[in-house]
């Protein structure tokens, strides 16, 4: 991102956002090699992709992590790199968090527990891991004073199940029915206050279900482990029907820089997904045929009457993505090409000995 400082009035005051600008783009190397970028959850799957490309674009950059959910394996090749810093801390705790900001002047908040089942049976952990790390980082940010712009990884949860798809970023209803979407929800609205409050850029990206190598979560990651375990059948949440969108995860990355290269105004909100839709059950097809196992039989477990794999489990998203592409972006991959090539990475990273 390559955002020019803030123009600053003599004696106190908060900044005036409308002394800022937004130089022309990421690719001004000049500006970019003087940027570091703050990514927090840099050690997981879309942060450490993300943290791939920033490098690759000039940027330093300081990835922190506490390694829950993340893997330091994902950032490994950066760890001799002079413009990589990698801090494991948890944002938790404030500890050295705001020292962090204070080294950056862009924040990539990527850090979140993402399993959304976790919340049906132990709400507090996404409070926890999810809400209250949003509020230690945005007060760091406030202390700081020396952020312009900080991206957030919401999520199509924060919608719940609506009338009319694909759904909008104007959607006028929005109602969670998990505690994962919940807390998205109330981040973005954190995020927006503090941007506002504290003069600082934000925006918020609404993103559908991101697949790639170094994924660790999800349906895919489920089939996969599931059929490595037991070849003979696949047990399915829900009753297979349940349809979403699913955007690869180089995808993913290029929106969240065409994103930051048209910030142009104090908050924003992005829905970043794909074009079309898949169902659960033509995943499992896909996951089986590039597993060898073909034809198995599928055992489905729907948790409600409708067929949803969990209490909670959203039976039909997807995304109206028209904001984003008019910005120039849009995915190069279809939702089926980007489970497919998912699946193939898995396999290679979690069953070596499939691969002849």
């Known amino acids: 991102m390559v955002i020019a400082k803030p123009q600053r009035k003599r004696g106190k005051?908060?900044?005036?956002?409308?002394?800022?600008?937004?130089?022309?783009?990421?690719?001004?190397?000049?500006?970019?090699?003087?940027?570091?970028?703050?990514?927090?959850?840099?050690?997981?799957f879309i942060g450490s992709h993300l943290v791939d490309k920033l490098v690759s674009r000039g940027y330093k950059v300081v990835a922190i992590d506490n390694l829950s959910s993340g893997n330091i394996k994902n950032i490994r090749h950066h760890l001799e790199n002079p413009s990589v810093s990698f801090r494991r801390i948890d944002l938790k705790h404030h500890g050295e968090l705001l020292k962090c900001v204070k080294e950056a002047s862009v924040v990539f908040h990527f850090a979140a527990n993402p399993e959304v089942r976790v919340s049906t049976v132990n709400p507090?952990?996404?409070?926890?891991?999810?809400l209250l790390t949003t509020f230690n980082l945005l007060d760091a940010v406030?202390?700081?004073?020396?952020?312009e712009a900080l991206v957030f990884a919401s999520s199509s949860a924060v919608y719940g199940d609506v009338s009319e798809l694909p759904v909008s970023e104007v959607y006028p209803h929005s109602t969670p029915i998990?505690?994962?979407?919940a807390v998205k929800l109330a981040g973005e609205n954190l995020l927006n206050t503090f941007a506002k409050l504290?003069?600082?850029?934000?925006?918020?990206l609404r993103f559908a279900n991101i697949v790639g190598p170094r994924s660790r979560h999800g349906v895919i990651y489920d089939f996969v482990m599931k059929l490595k375990k037991n070849s003979g059948r696949l047990q399915i949440l829900g009753d297979g029907t349940q349809r979403r969108s699913f955007l690869y995860v180089d995808d993913a990355v290029e929106a969240i820089l065409k994103v930051c290269d048209s910030l142009n105004c104090s908050v924003d909100v992005y829905n970043i997904g794909?074009?079309?839709?898949?169902?659960?059950?033509?995943?499992?097809?896909?996951?089986?045929?590039?597993?060898?196992?073909?034809?198995?039989?599928?055992?489905?477990?729907?948790?409600?009457?409708?067929?949803?794999?969990?209490?909670?489990?959203?039976?039909?998203?997807?995304l109206n993505i028209s904001k984003i592409k008019g910005l120039g972006w849009k995915p190069a991959r279809n939702s089926y090409d980007a489970v497919r090539r998912t699946v193939v990475s898995l396999i290679s990273e979690l069953c070596p000995e499939m691969i002849e």
């Open 13 to 44: 005051g908060r900044r005036n956002n409308s002394r800022w600008c937004l130089l022309h783009s990421i690719r001004e190397i000049d500006v970019v090699m003087s940027t570091t970028a703050l990514v927090t959850g840099g050690a997981g």
């Open 124 to 130: 507090r952990v996404h409070f926890e891991e999810n």
């Open 142 to 147: 406030r202390q700081s004073r020396n952020i």
């Open 178 to 181: 998990n505690v994962y979407g």
């Open 198 to 204: 504290y003069g600082f850029r934000a925006v918020s």
């Open 274 to 318: 794909n074009d079309d839709w898949i169902s659960v059950k033509e995943i499992a097809d896909i996951v089986t045929g590039e597993m060898g196992k073909k034809g198995i039989p599928y055992e489905m477990m729907p948790a409600t009457t409708d067929g949803r794999g969990w209490l909670g489990d959203l039976k039909f998203m997807f």
